[in-house]
């Protein structure tokens, strides 16, 4: 082809001239021996062309980037280092082509696959446990053991492939690490009391989205082993964070939880002083004074009840004034209002 000949000129004078463009199309050309030798040069050239290359993937058409991928996998295990580089930074769609043209080789990657799940990078790893799906089955018992790799990513990832593979697990505590790296709330809800230690954990978590979710689980599972790192979560500064760590604390229906119940009744958030009051209401609470009574009736937007009780509601519904709330709150503040300078005439 003479299109390709061009490049027949050496990997030094392409790096140099960074040259990539026709190469990368080669890699969908119709001759197989074209896409080949683009492939091998592709992957001669190293980490410089990753950004370029990723790109390209990417950007072109399902069908083309499935030969792409079979390209640069066709040429054998030398293409490993390459193809892992892609895989960490791809997209799922791409991930998957490269997963696709894996399982269609006669196995040699198997090995090789193996050897990076020990290398010292975690991305490394990463991408390795992503390419053994290709592998299939076999893959499996190497595949459980990254559920205890050092690095978050690769321990998500590997569950991922289990996944994929139709792997389930049979110990129980295994099953909680398998399902809280799927991040599938609904098993984990289904384990019960033995979920409950790494939901806790869960709390902690730097992404809010698992600290939500944790939270939601623990109150359907209804421990009272969970209620002190509720109580200490009830703080968040994520507003949904808060109330789910609320609405768990209602659910679990614990009387450990009230004092923190009422203090939510004042929270910035509707939703966490809704949940707050759901709560107290679960737990036959009786307010100690107008002030949560008054609390609790925002909360509950129960406004009738409210002008009922006159003067004393009008200091918390001024404050209430300040947050979000529905437009019945200002109204109602001066309902409260005229109703309290009705019954001051003399």
């Given at each position: 082809?003479a299109?390709f000949?061009?490049f027949r ?22 001759d197989?021996?074209?896409r ?6 592709l ?19 399902p069908?083309?980037?499935v030969?792409?991928?079979e ?5 054998g295990?030398?293409?490993?280092p ?11 769609a791409?991930?998957?082509s490269f997963v696709?043209?894996i399982?269609?080789?006669?196995g ?12 010292e ?7 390795a446990?992503i390419?053994l799906?290709?592998?299939?089955k076999?893959?499996?018992?190497h ?10 990513s ?21 099953k ?11 098993e ?8 409950v ?5 869960g ?8 600290r ?5 689980t ?5 421990d009272?082993r ?18 789910r ?19 939510a ?8 002083r ?8 679960r ?14 009736l ?7 009840e409210?002008?009922?009780m006159?003067?004393?509601a ?18 109602l ?12 005439m003399?």
């Amino acid at each position: 082809m003479a299109f390709f000949d061009r490049f027949r000129v050496g990997i030094k004078k392409i790096r140099q001239e960074k040259d990539y463009s026709g190469l990368i199309l080669a890699l969908d050309d119709d001759d197989p021996g074209s896409r080949a030798d683009a492939a091998r040069t592709l992957s001669a050239l190293g980490p410089s062309i990753i950004p370029n290359l990723l790109g390209a993937l990417e950007n072109a058409a399902p069908v083309s980037r499935v030969r792409m991928a079979e390209a640069l996998v066709s040429i054998g295990t030398s293409s490993i280092p390459l193809i892992l580089a892609l895989i960490v930074r791809a997209s799922p769609a791409l991930q998957a082509s490269f997963v696709r043209a894996i399982a269609a080789t006669d196995g040699e990657y198997f090995s090789a696959l193996l050897s990076s799940l020990h290398s010292e990078e975690s991305t490394t790893r990463t991408a390795a446990v992503i390419a053994l799906r290709g592998t299939g089955k076999k893959a499996i018992p190497h595949l459980v053991r990254r559920l205890q790799d050092r690095n978050h990513s690769v321990r998500k990832e590997a569950a991922s492939s289990l996944a994929a593979l139709g792997w389930v697990p049979n110990d129980p505590q295994e099953k909680v690490q398998y399902y809280y790296l799927l991040e599938d709330w609904t098993e984990l809800a289904k384990l019960q009391g033995a979920a409950v230690p790494v939901l806790i954990k869960g709390l902690n978590s730097k992404d809010p989205r698992i600290r939500s979710e944790s939270a939601r689980t623990l109150g359907k599972i209804r421990d009272p082993r969970a209620i002190p790192a509720l109580v200490r979560a009830a703080d968040d500064p994520e507003a949904d964070v808060r109330t789910r760590v609320i609405e768990a604390l209602g659910e679990i229906g614990d009387d450990r939880a009230k004092p923190h119940l009422v203090e939510a009744l004042s929270d910035p958030s509707h939703p966490v002083r809704m949940e707050a009051a759901w709560g107290l209401e679960r737990l036959d609470w009786i307010p100690q004074n107008d002030l949560e009574r008054a609390n609790y009736l925002i909360a509950r937007e129960q406004w009738n009840e409210l002008v009922r009780m006159g003067r004393p509601a009008i200091a918390p519904l001024i404050s209430a004034l300040q947050v979000e709330y529905s437009a019945s709150a200002p109204v109602l503040a001066r309902r409260c209002g005229n109703w309290v300078s009705l019954h001051s005439m003399p």
